[in-house]
């Protein structure tokens, strides 16, 4: 494999695009690594593996289009009522959960797939697959270049830091719950009781 790719690095470059769109995380470790010991350039890397990820992300948000399109538009189905209301959150939220899920490993794919499904414009949801794949390209493939880390501590390390996402995004969920279901209400009734005993006010 090594004099393969001193002779012939294009080989690497193309097999790095195709499994791009697949789970980019290990191949691209692969790719970094065998740039720090001279085999493939890092510059190259970073962009050959962002415009994998640009045209393999756009092919998942097709599919949840084809998806949402053909299976989910149903009035009785049960997708089509659980994908109305997972609507109602990435119509808020599609651009944020697009660039956080590049980190969130195993989450990339489905959260363009659910992105297509529930209908969001492609063009600004384009605008953030370019971002969100160059900056991920870049900090995964410094992580293995620069700071000459194994595979499976990196893998550990996007794990961990996947599950402090996960953790941090649903604490603010829950509180932005709880201040709309409890708190709001218990001014609202305050208020009210308030105004029921001084209705001059």
């Known amino acids: 494999m090594y004099e393969l790719l001193s002779f012939y690095p294009g080989v690497g470059y193309f097999l790095l695009f195709i499994l791009m769109p697949i789970g980019g995380t290990i191949p691209l470790l692969i790719a970094a690594f065998l740039a720090q010991r001279g085999l493939l350039h890092w510059k190259t890397i970073i962009l050959v593996a962002t415009l994998g990820e640009i045209v393999g992300d756009s092919l998942w948000y097709l599919l949840g289009a084809f998806i949402g399109k053909y299976f989910l538009n149903g009035q009785n189905n049960f997708l089509a009522r659980k994908m109305r209301l997972a609507k109602k959150f990435f119509d808020k939220y599609h651009l944020w959960a697009i660039f956080l899920s590049k980190f969130i490993y195993g989450f990339a794919q489905p959260t363009l797939i659910f992105t297509g499904a529930t209908s969001q414009k492609f063009k600004r ?49 829950v509180s932005k719950f709880i201040v709309r279901r409890y708190l709001t209400n218990y001014f609202n009734n305050k208020n009210n009781k308030v105004l029921e005993k001084h209705p001059d006010r």
């Open 125 to 173: 949801v384009f605008v953030t697959i370019v971002f969100a794949s160059f900056v991920y390209s870049v900090t995964i493939t410094s992580l293995g270049y620069f700071f000459s880390l194994s595979i499976s501590s990196v893998h550990h390390f996007l794990l961990e830091l996947a599950l402090l996402i996960v953790i941090v995004i649903l604490i603010i969920l």
